[in-house]
T-cell receptor, first 112, second 114 residues
């Protein structure tokens, strides 16, 4: 199938904002997800957005959705060193049952 | 609340051996998913169950892989015989009423086949 695209790396300074971008493939995906993976750990659900929304804010996290361009972004305000991890974007394509289609992940490095 | 529990966390074995990975989903969840994560291919869905019944196993690589869910609180993924290319992190996830509901992941089993 087609790939969910994410940039591989992002480096920011502590206190700055981070923006992680994702291009998904299936415009019929009802929900789009962001997961976080720390070294040696599983995937932690960070947030998700319903496809009829443009924006969702949850504390330091802001998700923006552009359905026309099939573009999803995750903004982390006041990024901390503890935010260093791999961030995965995922869609739920209509032709894949209940499977999630993940991007390859963006490695976020936060430097002091 | 307990999350998805996987065991073992790490498994190192020689090629040709049988490997069994175990998963306990979140209580009350009716969907269970097995994923494999590698550097080259990222996260791939292997199989998923609904109410203990396998629904889609098209991601299972080959006949050496099999998965079962004998009851609502337990699933296994078995590889027999194992090969070095099976080395990966295997994740189990569960969700409630699967469709468009978030999947919750376990911490994974890191499998190394020598």
């Amino acid at each position: 199938g087609e790939d969910v695209e994410q940039s591989l790396f992002l480096s920011v300074r502590e206190g700055d904002s981070s923006v992680i971008n994702c291009t998904y493939t299936d415009s019929s995906s009802t929900y789009l997800y962001w997961y976080k993976q720390e070294p040696g750990a599983g995937l932690q659900l960070l947030t998700y957005i319903f496809s009829n929304m443009d924006m969702k804010q949850d504390q330091r996290l802001t998700v923006l959705l552009n359905k026309k361009d099939k573009h999803l972004s995750l903004r982390i305000a006041d990024t901390q060193t503890g935010d260093s991890a791999i961030y995965f974007c995922a869609e739920s394509p209509s032709n894949s049952g209940y499977a999630l289609n993940f991007g390859k992940g963006t490695s976020l490095l936060v430097t002091p | 609340d307990a999350g998805v529990i996987q065991s073992p966390r790490h498994e190192v074995t020689e090629m040709g051996q049988e490997v069994t990975l175990r998963c306990k989903p979140i209580s009350g969840h009716d969907y269970l998913f097995w994923y494999r994560q590698t550097m080259m291919r990222g996260l791939e869905l292997l199989i998923y169950f609904n109410n203990n019944v396998p629904i889609d196993d098209s991601g299972m690589p080959e006949d050496r892989f099999s998965a079962k869910m004998p009851n609502a609180s337990f699933s296994t993924l078995k590889i027999q015989p194992s090969e070095p290319r099976d080395s990966a992190v295997y994740f189990c996830a569960s969700s409630f009423q699967g469709s468009n509901q978030p999947q919750h992941f376990g911490d994974g089993t890191r499998l190394s086949i020598l």
